[in-house]
């Protein structure tokens, strides 16, 4: 699943979101730049996990049973939150589509559902 979509208005920024669950790799990138990658193979936090770039923003990936969400911050002069989460089905996760939901200062701005 790829998701692209622009965040503020005078200090406007492009986030894109990928996943693919059946890799079960996950990418964010903001203006073009690496934020996340759940391969990365080295970082602060450990391997497979945390921020590529602190000068962005911080990314924190919360585990759920069936829920994993991203969020982080967007902006220095005009600070926007911006949130990704992904709801998976709990039976055969890997052949049925996940459900995905952007929300940006807590308002949904999109929501699909796909692989």
């Known amino acids: 699943m790829r998701l ?50 602190g000068e962005i923003g911080v990314v924190e990936s919360q585990p759920a049973p069936l829920a994993l969400r991203w969020a982080f911050d967007v902006g220095s002069s005009e600070k926007h939150h911006v949130a990704v989460t992904r709801s998976r089905p709990s039976w055969f996760p890997i052949f049925r589509p996940h459900r995905y939901r952007v929300e ?10 796909g692989y």
Request: charged share 25%; aromatic share 4%; with cysteine.
């Open 104 to 113: 940006v200062d807590s308002e949904v701005v999109i929501e699909r559902t």
């Open 4 to 53: 692209e979509f622009r965040v503020g208005g005078h200090d406007e920024h492009v986030v894109e979101f990928r996943s693919n669950t059946l890799l079960g790799t996950t990418g964010i990138r903001l203006d073009g730049r690496k934020l996340y990658s759940s391969m990365q193979l080295t970082s602060q936090e450990g391997p497979g996990v945390g921020p590529c770039d």
